[in-house]
């Protein structure tokens, strides 16, 4: 053998996706991407995402999953948990004891929850207090237009949904930052706390109502707040409602290649589980697709990937068969779909460039993730990895692998753990990210439509 044969024989060569993407397959992709799209425009909560998954399944046939229910191949069944996540599945034709297909991704993404007791005045300016939800730099969301998402339950019952800021003829909210011509000592700080966690006000409004007596801007508010949404202060304690950044999903660069929207983390992978899973025929094991809430804070609570409602749907689904859910959870695979970081020449030292996902180069795989010495990762087995590479490469998805920094920069983890400790093999994946956590995210088309291959191909696996 030449030189050259040899190293085209031993070495591995990982090319840029664009030049293995056929014709067919980037027009694909630019449906594809619209139609991602229009979700994360829609689902900027994962509220709003465990909704529109819901509305989508029944426009493709999936019915409501309710205990004792029978279920036989071909069927497409999801539940809906208490409107915060949602599980999906299409019947295989083999039994649950054989296993299942999972892919799991989250819908919940980083943002500012309002505090039980938000609305205030202070120098006749109208805040929400807010407390920050996930790993966010406090810092970045200052002075970007911000939109309020949510449902309040009224004291009568009912519940409302609340936006505000999306149409393009609302107003929206902001978080005021500090002048440069006196943030002498502000810049000294570390930009841990450059802004904290207490001045993440949002500003609501700044005209009072006619009249005597203090807190008249406060009052306004409240009575617009009220001839809107039927609300009234004391609702603010049996409400959810969330700062997001305003604004719709858009393309960027000259070349169209890449994708800015807010919560792309998870909500990208998210959708490339959901999309091939509407239309994917009867297949062989039963593919189950998982939208969890939670994950950025620990996967908690009853609608987070910890829950035993995850164990509730695979039962209803196993009774019907005569299954046991460990014995099916034995048999199973699961990919824990969520997003990696992307190589960023900006900041090459917080990589380890030979290991690093990066933009146009299919989705990531990664073995593990974590921190300091791989502590909280599930850390897939080489059995596992090999599974994953198989189905892939025989499915002609473009992949590469990835892991998350360079050793002791920093970590992180996603649902994989919560997978894997259910016995369940499990192995994480996902499109690689630019500026993860930001207020708005940046991912490569190519990156999202090789994603939802990859969880097709694990679904007919
Ligand atoms: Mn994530
Ligand atoms: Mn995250």
Request: aromatic share 8%.
């Amino acid at each position: 053998m030449t030189t050259e044969e040899l190293r085209e024989s031993l070495l591995a060569a990982p090319k840029n996706g664009y030049t293995k993407l056929t014709a067919e397959q980037k027009a694909e992709m630019e449906s594809y991407c619209k139609w991602y799209a229009t979700f994360i425009d829609a689902a900027k909560t994962e509220r709003e995402a465990t909704s529109w998954a819901a509305a989508e399944a029944e426009k493709h046939g999936f019915k409501p999953l309710v205990w004792g229910m029978d279920v036989k191949p071909g069927d497409k069944v999801y539940l809906n948990n208490r409107g915060k996540s949602i599980i999906l599945a299409v019947i295989g034709s083999e039994s649950l004891a054989e296993g299942a297909n999972i892919c799991a991704a989250h819908v919940d993404s980083p943002r500012m929850d309002l505090k039980p007791n938000p609305l205030y005045e202070d120098s006749e300016i109208a805040y929400f207090k807010t407390h920050y939800y996930g790993g966010v730099k406090k810092y970045q969301w200052t002075a970007v237009p911000l939109a309020l998402h949510g449902v309040v339950y009224r004291k009568d019952g009912t519940v409302v949904d609340v936006v505000i800021g999306e149409d393009d003829s609302d107003p929206i909210l902001m978080i005021s930052d500090l002048l440069p011509h006196l943030a002498a000592d502000q810049m000294q700080k570390t930009a841990g706390q450059v802004i904290a966690g207490e001045q993440l006000n949002v500003i609501l409004g700044t005209q009072p109502l006619e009249g005597e007596g203090s807190d008249l801007v406060k009052l306004h508010i409240m009575k617009l707040l009220n001839e809107k949404f039927g609300i009234i202060e004391a609702d603010f304690l049996s409400a959810e409602l969330c700062i997001v950044p305003a604004g719709k999903c858009r393309e960027v660069g000259l070349d169209r290649s890449l994708l800015a929207a807010y919560g792309h983390d998870d909500r990208v992978c998210a959708f490339a589980e959901m999309a091939p899973l509407f239309d994917l025929g009867t297949p062989t094991h039963t593919a189950v697709c998982v939208l969890a809430d939670k994950e950025e804070i620990g996967s908690v609570g009853i609608s987070g990937m910890q829950s035993q409602a995850f164990e509730y749907f695979m039962e209803i689904l196993c009774r019907a068969q005569g299954v046991s859910v460990a014995h099916c959870f034995a048999n199973s695979f699961c990919l824990s779909a969520d997003v990696s970081n992307a190589f960023d020449p900006n900041w090459p030292e917080t990589c380890d460039r030979r290991n690093n996902a990066k933009v146009n180069y299919g989705v990531s795989i990664m073995k593990y993730t974590g921190s300091r010495g791989k502590g909280g990762a599930s850390d897939a087995s080489a059995e596992a990895m090999g599974h994953v590479r198989t189905t892939l490469d025989n499915a002609g998805v473009l992949w590469q692998i990835a892991t998350l920094g360079k050793v002791d920069q920093g970590g992180g983890g996603t649902v994989a753990a919560y997978m894997a400790n259910r016995n369940i093999v499990t192995v994480d994946a996902g499109v690689p990210v630019l500026s993860m956590h930001a207020p708005i995210e940046l991912v490569s088309k190519l990156d999202c439509y090789m994603t939802m291959l990859a969880c097709k191909a694990i679904y007919l696996a």
